[in-house]
């Protein structure tokens, strides 16, 4: 059951996974993959502030912070 | 004449390219969207001249941003294109170069933070990635200097492979493919600085970090401030200036017209730089010897903040108070640049998305952020009747902001857009940039400021003599007395924050207020209306009509906050 799909919300500080799906408009999906954020790459949670902050990823060592409603959208395969 | 332009995604060094091939100063920072209006310059390019520009950052040719709508634009007008390329992320930075190739144009790329691969243990085998681009290729460090001879070389070499125009599945398909044949990482540990990196921006280890910057910067630009003044401008002002200028007084009168405009008036026999007014006290001593010092230490200190990296991190740990006011974390930006110059601020605002967003932080920005010439006044004036008062100026204006945001937000139509941004990696500051900014920096408020504040102190004495203001004086009187509690003569002060917020700080020294009332008119100053140059560039960006709208939320609040202060105190 570990390995079902979760969002970069739901994970834990410091979990490793590889971008499912980014379940948004198409504006948003060309920001996200501007930033090299895109299905099928691995990304690390780096951390999450609290009560629905920002949480901070890194994708090929860039460290990327995706406000708390973008990043609900993107769901994760855990590692 | 040759146009060559510099594109590349943010944050890969492209400004710093830029000054090595032009020599000109521009403004480098470590934080994306500085670049958004674009700088312009010129370089030797064998016998003859080429224009460079530096185009805004932009991580794709498909616009998600008005800057990389900006970006599209420009590339219809160039000739070559020298893509900045950042060494340490091949892998997204490659899309941008193949999407350049794709439109036909000349491209050079500049594989720039080059010395940082090394300890990331990151290879590239430059000689086939040439291969693969198809286009000149070299290696660059701009901070140091190294490899720009060599790209200046390559830029007659550049060329258009020109492949066909492929849709952006295909294209990433086809970066994945150059960098897994280009690149190969090697394993490696972290250092201390992506350690620190990390808990910049974790809640706990981030909020104690971010009170520890700001609170140190606090104390650094204070201690430079103050060191400025008692040991460089208060000793050259006292022994060397106010001599010169007593041997001057008798020769044209010791009083009248001419008198009180160039040395001004004689406090009991004695010049006071503060309270005299006239062009050679007041008018060089408030700028240089009450300003400057402040202005000095506090881009000192942006600067070193800007380059290393640090205030993207500021942003993430201040989104969420940001939402409450309508912003994201990313605002945190203009507000902190506000606390230099609100011109300056006000004009980056152009980096949030909505103008919704533009319309609430530029009001915020204006209202509740004072700038580092009237905090300088304030720290001195006020500050010298405690520094309970100080607080109490500080305190009220933050208020201000927090509830003025939440107000604006919930008052002004729409909704915030989200944060999402690039967090560089720390580095420490090149000195050379962050002295270079720091000296055009001072330099603009040099040129700026001192005219005005002359002119102003000219009007003043003139106005004054013609009874004008005694006018202006009387018939706000019920306002000025009643509501904010301040003598009448007080209200010139605030018409004269029109021009300059430091001289009309400067002009309530002589009322002999009492802290209170001192507290209040500072208050009342700061919030009421922005200076001209602020005001201008308000106009430019929010338009006449939301211009306006500021300008009505800036009298009304003003006049509460005062009255309400009045009532407190």
């Known amino acids: 059951m570990d390995k079902a799909p979760t969002t970069l919300v739901q994970m834990e500080r410091g979990q490793r996974g590889t971008v499912l799906q980014l379940q948004g408009g198409r504006g948003l999906v060309n920001r996200l993959n501007a930033l090299g954020i895109r299905p099928g790459k691995k990304i690390t949670k780096v951390s999450a502030m609290l009560m629905r902050g920002p949480v901070t990823i890194e994708v090929d060592r860039a460290q990327i912070a995706i406000g708390f409603g973008m990043a609900k959208k993107i769901t994760v395969k855990l590692d | 004449m040759t146009k060559i332009l510099l594109m590349g995604n943010p944050n890969v060094g492209k400004s710093a390219v830029f000054s090595r091939l032009t020599g000109v100063k521009a403004v480098v920072s470590n934080y994306p969207g500085t670049t958004v209006s674009y700088t312009r310059g010129q370089m030797k390019l064998g016998e003859d001249t080429a224009e460079v520009i530096d185009v805004p950052g932009t991580y794709t040719l498909e616009p998600t941003s008005q800057a990389e709508e900006i970006a599209l634009e420009m590339l219809k007008g160039g000739d070559v294109v020298v893509n900045v390329v950042n060494a340490t992320n091949l892998e997204r930075n490659l899309y941008l170069t193949l999407q350049l190739l794709e439109k036909g144009i000349p491209v050079v790329v500049a594989l720039n933070i080059w010395d940082d691969t090394k300890h990331l243990g990151i290879d590239i085998d430059i000689d086939r990635l040439r291969q693969r681009l198809g286009v000149p290729v070299i290696p660059t460090v701009a901070v140091t200097g190294q490899g720009i001879k060599e790209l200046v070389e390559a830029i007659p070499r550049a060329t258009s492979p020109q492949p066909p125009p492929t849709s952006s599945d295909k294209r990433w398909a086809k970066v994945g493919n150059i960098v897994e044949e280009v690149q190969r990482l090697r394993h490696r540990h972290h250092t201390w600085r992506e350690r620190l990196a990390d808990a910049s921006v974790r809640p706990f280890t981030g909020g104690f970090l971010a009170l520890a910057v700001l609170a140190s910067s606090f104390i650094i630009v204070r201690f430079i401030g103050e060191g400025l003044i008692n040991y460089i401008f208060n000793p050259i002002f006292d022994n060397l200036w106010a001599p010169v200028l007593m041997k001057l007084s008798p020769l044209m009168g010791s009083e009248g017209f001419w008198h009180d405009i160039v040395i001004g008036k004689l406090i009991s026999g004695e010049i006071d730089f503060v309270q005299s007014f006239g062009l050679l006290t007041s008018g060089l001593y408030v700028p240089l010897a009450m300003v400057l010092p402040y202005v000095v230490a506090f881009y000192f200190m942006l ?165 004008v203001f ?100």
């Open chain 2, 470 to 569: 005694d006018a202006i004086a009387n018939f706000t009187a019920p306002v000025v007395t009643n509501l904010l509690g301040l003598p009448k003569e007080a209200v010139t002060a605030i018409a004269i924050g029109f021009l300059r917020k430091d001289v009309a700080m400067g002009m309530l020294a002589p009322l002999a207020l009492t802290s209170g009332q001192l507290v209040v008119g500072s208050v009342v100053l700061a919030m009421f209306f922005p200076c001209i140059a602020t005001f201008v560039v308000l106009l430019r960006e929010l338009g006449v009509v939301r211009m306006l709208k500021a300008t009505g939320i800036m009298l009304a609040s003003a006049l509460i906050v005062g009255g309400l202060l009045n009532l407190i105190l």
């Open chain 2, 303 to 467: 600067g070193i903040l800007e380059d290393t990296g640090y205030l993207p991190r500021l942003a993430v740990l201040m989104d969420n108070v940001m939402h409450r006011l309508g912003l994201h974390g990313y605002a945190i930006i203009p507000t902190l640049l506000g606390l230099g110059c609100n011109v300056p601020a006000v004009l980056s605002t152009r980096i949030l998305e909505s103008k919704r967003e533009r319309f609430i932080a530029a009001t915020l920005i204006s209202i509740a952020v004072p700038c580092a010439a009237l905090q300088a006044m304030i720290i001195g004036l006020v500050g010298a009747e405690g520094w309970q008062y100080v607080a109490m100026v500080y305190g009220t204006l933050f208020i201000v902001w927090i509830v003025l945001g939440f107000i604006l937000n919930r008052a002004v139509k729409g909704f915030s857009p989200e944060l999402l941004i690039e967090i560089p990696p720390y580095r420490l500051p090149p000195w050379r940039t962050v002295l270079q900014k720091l000296w055009m920096r001072t330099y603009g408020f040099l040129v700026e400021a001192i005219p005005i504040i002359l002119g102003a102190v000219v009007a003043i004495n003139v106005l004054y003599y013609f009874g």
